[in-house]
């Protein structure tokens, strides 16, 4: 005959207080912004769900933008289910984009997959991001999906009508994707003469700021090397991180060594062809630089 043994486990559930990031770590150990960057912006997250504090909803964004892992590790990290981590990512991306305002990998839409895929066969959302030599983004274009070529956000953009109309006092620089205009310098194409050769040289080397930017903010927010979300959310993230880059920079947050690197130099999309008089306007402009100045 058979003998069963039955054995009767007690099960104890043990609840754990929820972790406050802002009282647990020191300065140095918290995520990279300072804590008065993090308050700067606590004020314009709502509280409609009363489960998460304004500020423990901040902390979790902003871990999940540090890090680009997934909802689960940032969930429990932080001691709340992933559904809440995508949700809260999803309140503070739209909550700081309303506040202020390169190609980010994504993964493939449910919907017209085929528009997000750029010449290197990847799903990319194409950024179109207007930067000065302190590393500040002044104007930035997050909505179009990465077939689209880097001329025609330009020409779809605010900005461009903007500066049709009223020219600034100064010009934008822009690689040979973009189109020759009285207020956009293009490099040339190939240089016939020594001046020609030194108006390229500076031209690159103050272009550099942007791809430095670029890289820049790919580091300070991991999330943008591969977003796993849909197109809207992914936009709506950029731009939360956009706005936290400008904020980290306004206010001297240190990023170690990575000001000195150099950001991922992306190869720029063929020239297009814009407006006859445009480009001639612009040639005007470009030859009376080198004229003068080389």
């Not at 069963?4 to 559930?13: G, H, N, P, S, Y």
């Not at 559904?83 to 991306?93: D, G, P, Q, R």
């Not at 104007?139 to 020409?155: E, F, H, M, Q, T």
């Amino acid at each position: 005959a058979l003998t069963w043994q039955v054995l009767c486990i007690a099960t104890t559930i043990l609840y754990l207080e929820r972790a406050k990031p802002l009282e647990k770590y020191t300065t140095e150990e918290r995520f990279r912004e300072h804590t008065v960057s993090a308050y700067s912006f606590f004020n314009c997250i709502t509280r409609r769900s009363h489960s998460l504090s304004v500020e423990e909803q901040v902390l979790i964004a902003l871990r999940f933008y540090a890090s680009g892992t997934f909802y689960q590790v940032v969930g429990d990290n932080v001691g709340v289910d992933k559904s809440t981590v995508s949700n809260v990512a999803k309140a503070v991306s739209i909550a700081l984009a309303i506040i202020d305002c390169t190609h980010v990998h994504i993964q493939a839409p449910h919907e017209r997959d085929w528009e997000y895929i750029n010449r290197k066969g990847r799903y990319r959302i194409n950024i179109q991001l207007v930067g000065d030599a302190d590393l500040i983004i002044t104007n930035c274009v997050v909505k179009w999906p990465g077939s689209v070529y880097d001329a025609r956000i330009l020409r779809e953009s605010a900005l461009y009508r903007e500066l049709q109309t009223n020219r600034p006092d100064g010009i934008i620089l822009g690689d040979s994707a973009y189109p020759l205009l009285p207020w956009l310098m293009t490099p040339f194409l190939a240089a016939t003469t020594p001046a020609q050769a030194r108006f390229n040289t500076a031209h690159c080397k103050t272009r550099c700021a942007i791809q430095r930017l670029n890289g820049v903010l790919k580091r300070r927010f991991a999330c943008l090397n591969y977003l796993r979300v849909e197109p809207q959310g992914a936009c709506n993230i950029i731009l939360a991180c956009i706005v936290l880059h400008n904020i980290a920079t306004r206010h001297n947050v240190p990023l170690c060594e990575v000001y000195d690197a150099p950001g991922p130099v992306e190869e720029p999309d063929q020239p297009l062809v814009f407006c006859r008089n445009e480009g001639l306007t612009g040639h005007v402009v470009r030859d009376a630089i080198v004229r003068n100045y080389f």
